[in-house]
């Protein structure tokens, strides 16, 4: 088993930053991929963007490219989700995911942290 607990959330206004945190622990050996995903109100669960723990590399889905960047800082297991520019679009429920490899698809992660809140004020 592998545990994830997010936090950072909070209200912004557009144009402003906040940079989320995902705690990582228990099996987490087993969890190479760790992924970013939001969900909006009655929408689905959408990626972000995804880091492959070994070995740093990213992926960002197109509308955070350029503004989001993910991280992971490995003595602190834990991962991180920098947000700037922050536009209303954006505002969401924000998930950490973890999984033995990389997905765009939610359903196929089988780890996730409790979610924070993100609100973009315009």
């Known amino acids: 088993q592998v545990q994830l607990v997010e936090s950072g959330g909070g209200l912004v206004q557009a144009g402003g930053s906040l940079r989320l945190s995902c705690v990582v622990s228990?099996?987490?050996?087993?969890?190479?991929?760790m992924g970013w995903f939001r969900q909006a109100p009655g929408k689905e669960r959408d990626i972000v963007g995804r880091?492959?723990?070994?070995?740093?590399?990213?992926w960002y889905a197109d509308s955070v490219k350029g503004r989001f960047t993910i991280s992971r800082d490995n003595t602190k297991k834990t991962l991180y989700l920098q947000m700037n520019s922050l536009e209303p679009e954006d505002s969401a429920v924000y998930y950490c995911?973890?999984?033995?490899?990389?997905?765009?698809?939610?359903?196929?992660?089988?780890?996730w942290g409790q979610g924070t809140q993100v609100t973009v004020s315009s």
């Open positions: 995911a973890a999984g033995p490899s990389p997905s765009d698809y939610a359903g196929r992660w089988p780890y």
């Open positions: 880091i492959r723990w070994s070995s740093g590399a990213t």
């Open positions: 228990g099996r987490t050996f087993s969890s190479d991929a």
